[in-house]
């Protein structure tokens, strides 16, 4: 298969991560004989210091032309310490998912036995927690209308019809998929976009008959997330309620350098870990690059590439279980691994096997 893909490093371990995740990529190809073809393009704090914008015009269409775009992360301290700042690295990821229609996240969350030990959850509770949080991208108090001045601030949480008909079909063809269990979390009892949330996702339930769906307040399924993961098979929810649930699972796998994720839409797919930037870490060599390289995954298997996506989680798992880890997530006492060496270890085991 041939595949032209827009690399989007971004900014501080971005670039670092990326590496990894284009050289198995490569890897990938020379095994199974495909073409991957890269277009590197510039985003977030490094697109504002060459051209004023995080998402320019140039990259914009480096990601349309793609099949598929590979991102890693965007976020600079420069711009985080600057309330008054006119031009932040993340509107160039908002701009990118709205003008890519990229409407629908999907993190799955899943465990590693080998790493139990080092989220701070009971090891009872996590064991066989696997679920996927699928997020509603494009819509929400992240794009609806904004004021702020001295005295006062709002942000608008505006959902139409079509959007969320649109992502609620995502979630229940996913469950359909799984193991056949929605969970709709809103907050329904307070805010009336939650209501038309669950209104129509009610309307829509006899579509499914095989799906169980029920609903949940965000407040209690925060909670659940944490003491009962194992409850879950697909969650769907709002852009702002999903952003923050889905870095609470960071806490399931014990590292958000674990998490891959996809956006999917109008137009060109995107995969990306789920983690920041990590600027304090940049050129360190000690970023956790294994989202990174699972995103690669998903971006194969979105395209068919089953095979190839499960070799390189075949050869994350083994690395892990060799404990070529980097220092987040090392055993006491194991040897020190940089984002280099684990990315190399896990192109020569691709190599191998």
Request: glycine content about 8%.
């Amino acid at each position: 298969m041939k595949l032209n893909i827009a690399v989007l490093a971004g900014d501080g371990i971005g670039p670092e991560i990326m590496k990894q995740g284009v050289a198995v990529m490569d890897a990938i190809a020379a095994k199974y004989n495909h073409t991957f073809t890269y277009n590197e393009a510039i985003c977030g704090a490094h697109a504002i210091d060459e051209v004023g914008d995080p998402f320019p015009d140039d990259t914009f269409k480096a990601c349309m032309e793609a099949d598929a775009v590979l991102f890693a992360a965007v976020g600079d301290p420069r711009f985080d310490n600057n309330p008054t700042a006119k031009v932040r690295p993340e509107q160039g990821l908002l701009a990118m998912r709205k003008k890519l229609g990229l409407f629908a996240n999907v993190r799955p969350v899943a465990t590693f036995d080998c790493l139990l030990h080092k989220s701070p959850l009971k090891d009872e509770l996590l064991r066989g927690a696997d679920f996927v949080v699928i997020r509603e991208l494009t819509g929400g108090m992240y794009f609806g209308e904004k004021y702020q001045d001295n005295d006062k601030a709002y942000d608008t949480d505006i959902y139409t019809r079509p959007e969320i008909e649109r992502i609620l079909k995502v979630a229940f063809e996913y469950a359909m998929k799984r193991n056949k269990h929605l969970t709709v979390v809103d907050k329904a009892n307070v805010l009336a976009s939650s209501r038309l949330w669950r209104q129509i996702a009610k309307e829509m339930e006899p579509q499914y008959p095989e799906v169980t769906t029920d609903y949940m307040f965000i407040d209690n399924a925060a909670m659940r997330v944490l003491t009962e993961p194992t409850f879950f098979d697909v969650i769907v929810t709002e852009n702002t309620f999903g952003d923050i649930l889905t870095d609470e699972t960071s806490c399931i796998t014990g590292s958000m350098g674990l998490q891959p994720s996809s956006s999917l839409g109008e137009h060109t797919p995107l995969f990306e870990p789920v983690h920041g930037s990590w600027p304090q870490a940049a050129g360190q060599n000690l970023a956790n690059p294994l989202a990174q390289i699972l995103s690669a995954a998903m971006l194969l298997e979105h395209f068919g590439l089953t095979e190839e996506g499960q070799t390189i989680r075949k050869a994350v798992d083994a690395s892990l279980d060799a404990n070529v880890r980097t220092p987040e997530i090392q055993v006491e006492g194991g040897a020190h691994y940089g984002t280099e060496e684990v990315g190399a270890w896990i192109v020569d085991w691709i190599a191998k096997h």
